[in-house]
C-alpha cells in the first residue's frame, strides 16, 4: 500500500468516526509512524510502506478514531514557538495559554532577571517558553504529579534551559521560604459537576487532576491566591488562567487577599480567561 491510499483510508476511517480534522491528523500520523515530516508525505503519494509501518499506523488510526487526542498519539504538542513533550498525565498545552506568554514578555519587557513560580506546571509549557525568551530568569515549578514533573524536567532539558529552572513534586504549602517577584498559574478550574460536559476527547483522556477544581471550580485558584500572597514579594505580580465564568468571584478572592487587579483578558473565543494582579503590601 502506498502513502496516498494509507491516508485515503485513515482519512474516511476518521470522517466515520467524526473526528474533526481527518485529513490533517492522518497526515500527521503518518509521519509519526515513517518518521519523516509532512512535507515528506505529501511530496511521495506513490511510496509505498511496508508492512510494519501500514499496522503500526492503523494502530495509531483506530485509537484516534476513538477520540484519544492527537497530542496524547504523536506524544507532542506545539506551544507558543516550541514543542513539548506530552503523555496522558499532563495536560495537552492549550493555545489559549499562550495569552499568558504574551503578557509576562510584555510586563517584563524591560526586566533583564526575575524569579518566577509555575504553580501546576504540567508539561512546563508556560514556564519553559518564558525560560526560552528571558534568558536570565530563573524560574521554580510545582506540581502535585511526579509524572508531569518527569516530562517538564525533559522538555527543559529539550528545550536547554534546565540550569534555571527547579522543579519540586509538592504542594504550594510547602514553598514558604522564597519570594517571588512572579506567580503564574494555570490551575484546575472546572467544576466537579462540570466535568462530563468537557469535549469528550478531553473528558475520556484528559488527566483529572489537571482539571477538577473542585465543587466551584475554584477550590485550587482559591489556595493558590492565598498561597500566593505570601510568596509574590510586595508589588510582585500574580497570573491566573480562569474559567469563563470566574472573573467576579476571582477578583473579589484576589483582592481580600491584598491584591490590586490590573487586568482581565479574553481567549480566541472572546472569554474571560486570564487575570493579572499585583500584591499590594
Ligand atoms: N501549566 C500547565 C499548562 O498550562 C498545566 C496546567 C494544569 O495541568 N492545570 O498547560
Known amino acids: 500500500m502506498n502513502i496516498e491510499i494509507a491516508i485515503k483510508n485513515a482519512c474516511k476511517e476518521l470522517k466515520e468516526n467524526k473526528i474533526s480534522s481527518p485529513l490533517l491528523d492522518s497526515e500527521l500520523l503518518l509521519s509519526k509512524v515513517i518518521k519523516k515530516d509532512r512535507k515528506f508525505i505529501l511530496l511521495n503519494p506513490d511510496k509505498e510502506l511496508n508492512q510494519i509501518d501500514q499496522k503500526n499506523f492503523k ?11 492527537l497530542a496524547y498519539l504523536t506524544g507532542s504538542k506545539s506551544f507558543w514557538k516550541y514543542d513539548f513533550k506530552v503523555n496522558e498525565k499532563v495536560l495537552i498545552p492549550r493555545p489559549d495559554t499562550e495569552i499568558i506568554i504574551e503578557q509576562i514578555l510584555d ?7 526575575i524569579n518566577f513560580l509555575d504553580v501546576g506546571i504540567g508539561s512546563g509549557c508556560i514556564a519553559l517558553s518564558i525560560l526560552k525568551e528571558k534568558k536570565s530568569f530563573l524560574g521554580t515549578g510545582v506540581d502535585l504529579s511526579q509524572d508531569c514533573i518527569n516530562i517538564c524536567r525533559y ?11 527547579k522543579l519540586l513534586k509538592s504542594d504550594v504549602d510547602n514553598l514558604i521560604f522564597r519570594k517571588y517577584d512572579l506567580v503564574v498559574s494555570n490551575p484546575p478550574y472546572i467544576k466537579k459537576l462540570d466535568l462530563n460536559k468537557l469535549d469528550k476527547e478531553v473528558k ?19 489556595k493558590v491566591i492565598k498561597k500566593s500572597s505570601e510568596l509574590i514579594k510586595i508589588h510582585g505580580k500574580l497570573i491566573l488562567e480562569i474559567g469563563y465564568d470566574q472573573r467576579e468571584p476571582v477578583k473579589k478572592m484576589l483582592i481580600e487577599n491584598n ?15 486570564c487575570i493579572i494582579s499585583t500584591k499590594k503590601n
Open 59 to 69: 494502530d495509531l488510526i483506530i485509537r484516534r478514531s476513538k477520540g484519544k487526542p
Open 107 to 113: 510586563i517584563y519587557k524591560n526586566k533583564s532577571n
Open 155 to 165: 522538555n527543559a532539558n529539550k528545550l536547554g534551559v534546565s540550569n534555571r529552572i
Open 204 to 222: 475520556n483522556f484528559g488527566p483529572k487532576l489537571a482539571l477538577d477544581g473542585g465543587l466551584e471550580g475554584l477550590s485550587v485558584t482559591r
Open 259 to 273: 491584591f490590586y487587579v490590573n487586568r482581565i483578558l479574553k481567549d480566541f473565543a472572546n472569554n474571560d480567561r
